[in-house]
């Protein structure tokens, strides 16, 4: 089955600058790449994702990129702001025999803003 | 709202207690699943549904059970609660896996 690698597991940048965050997969069927928030005492909520047929996509501060050819994707933040520390998980899409889809994820990498 | 609901968010009860954690939609979506979490840690997968009466185990080996008998009803089941199944469950759901999980708010559960 597939199985999602994330790096850092936890990672502290100064207000302002710029955060990455990595993801590898194995299964190069894999299509769809999510990514999740979770803010403490909250429940994982959807920030981004990108298709296997998009190398980059951005939405204001986040941005996610692709390289299928090495199974890696990864989330950029810019300007990073107090509201940004959380936890984020990355994903992958995987597809069983019987046709049904789901998501591997990533352990998560704990983010947190130094004011 | 469309949204998935959880009940109850929080649950202190005795070991051996049996518990039934509730999950609710109102999007339609067919897809559902289980997810256990200790705070700020890894997801693990416990039990997911394709549709009504349809049922699968998850990754994580749980001694718990879930039925899929109308479609915006998941609900879990422990027989009997033990300290280790104190966690975090969450719930979600998906039409389709490429427009992502929609999560519920979770249950904490504590078994003392």
């Known amino acids: 089955g597939e199985n999602v690698e994330q790096h850092p597991s936890t990672l502290s940048v100064q207000e302002g600058d710029s955060a990455v965050i990595k993801c590898t997969y194995s299964?190069?069927?894999?299509?769809?790449f999510p990514w999740y928030k979770q803010e403490l005492g909250k429940r994982p909520q959807l920030i981004i994702d990108?298709?296997?047929?998009?190398g980059e996509k951005k939405d204001q501060r986040i941005a996610v990129t692709l390289n299928k050819t090495a199974k890696h994707f990864s989330l950029h933040i810019t300007e990073t702001q107090p509201e940004d520390s959380a936890v984020y998980f990355c994903?992958?899409?995987?597809?069983?025999?019987?046709?049904?889809?789901?998501?591997?994820f990533g352990k998560g990498t704990h983010l947190i803003i130094q004011p | 709202e469309a949204d998935i609901y959880q009940t109850p968010r929080y649950l202190v009860i005795g070991t051996g207690k049996k518990i039934t954690l509730e999950c609710s939609q109102t999007?339609?979506?067919?897809?559902m699943y289980w997810y256990q979490q200790d705070p700020g840690m890894e997801l693990h997968l416990i039990h997911y549904?394709?549709?009504?009466?349809?049922?699968e185990k998850g990754d994580l080996s749980s001694e718990s059970t879930v039925s899929r008998i109308r479609t915006e009803h998941f609900p879990l089941t422990l027989e009997s609660a033990r300290p280790s199944h104190t966690s975090q469950y969450l719930c979600?759901?998906?039409?389709?896996?490429?427009?992502?999980?929609?999560f519920g708010s979770g249950t904490r559960l504590t078994v003392v």
């Open positions: 979600a759901s998906s039409e389709w896996v490429r427009d992502g999980y929609t």
């Open positions: 299964d190069s069927a894999s299509n769809y």
């Open positions: 990108i298709r296997s047929n998009v």
């Open positions: 994903a992958a899409s995987i597809r069983s025999g019987g046709g049904a889809d789901g998501l591997t």
């Open positions: 999007m339609g979506h067919d897809k």
């Open positions: 549904s394709y549709g009504v009466n349809s049922t």
